[in-house]
C-alpha cells in the first residue's frame, strides 16, 4: 500500500505541472527549460553522505564517476539519466544515480549524452556505445558492468545493448530500468488508461519528444528508438520497475513480456499508485528508498 507521504507528494507534482503549464512553461526555449528543470531538480534530493564525484571527459562527453565508502573498484554502473532524450543532466539525475550505486556497492559512471533537438537520434545511442567501448578499453570485465537508466535512459540501455550484441561484442552483466520509454509510437493501454491520473507526463509531451529525438525523420517503431519491437534474444538479465500511476506503464510490461518472450530473465514489479521515475524523490519518500533499495539488492544477488 502506498504511503501517505506518497499521497501528497504526488498532488504536490500535479499542482506544480499544472501551474508551469498555466505560466506557459511549454512555450519556453530548449535552454531555459532545460535551465528550469536543472533548479528544480537539486531541490528534489541530495547526495549520500561522503558521495564523492569525479569529472572526466570521455571522447568530447562530460562525465563524472560516483563513489561511495563502500564502492567496489571493480564494478560499475553505467547511468543513462532520463529526460525524453532531450532534458536532464548530472545536475537532476546525479542524486539518483549515486544512491543507486551505493545500495548496490558499485561505481557509477554518469555520462552526458548529447541531447535533441540538437543531436536527434542516433546521437544519444553513438554515445551509449562510445563510453560502454571506454570502460572496457580500461580494463573493466563487461561481468562486472551494469547499464541502468530511468525513462528514456532506460530505452538508451536496451537499445545500446541491442548494438553490442548485433556486433557480437561482449554484453553487460545486466541491465537496470526504471520506468523504461521503450515504445516511442505510443502504442500502449496505459497512455489511455493513466493519462488522467498521471501527475507527471502528458500524451502530447511524450509524443512530441518522440518526434523530437527522432529528428521528425526516422520511424518511431525503430527497434533502437522503441526497443519493444527489436528481438531480444541473447540479452542479459533485465530489472524493470515501473508504477500503475503513469503513462508509460505499458512501456515497461511490453518490454518485459519481449524480453521474456526472447528467453531473457526478466525481474519485473509494478509499484502500486507511483508515478513515473518516483525513485528519483529519494529520502522524502519511503517508496523511492525501498524501490532504490530492491535495486541494490538485486545487483548484490547478480
Known sequence: MASFRSFLFEKGIKL???????????????DEKRQMLDTVARKLAKLPK??????????????????????????VILYLHGGGYAFCSANTHRPLAASIGKAAGMKVLFPEYRLAPEHPFPAAVEDAVIVYRWLLRQGYDPANIIFAGDSAGGGLSVAATLVLRDQNEALPRAIVCLSPWVDLTSSGESYRKNKKIDPYLTVQGVKDAALMYSGHKTPLDHPLISPVFADLTGFPPLFIQAGNHEILQSDAELLAKKARQAGVEVTFKIWDKMWHVWQISGDRLPEARMAVNEIGTYLKKS
Not at 16 to 30: D, F, H, N, P, W
Open 16 to 30: 506544480s505541472v499544472e501551474r508551469a503549464l498555466r505560466k506557459g512553461i511549454s512555450e519556453r526555449g530548449m
Open 50 to 75: 561522503n558521495c564523492k564525484v569525479q569529472k572526466l571527459e570521455i571522447e568530447g562527453l562530460y562525465a563524472e564517476w560516483l563513489s561511495s565508502e563502500n564502492s567496489s573498484e571493480e564494478k
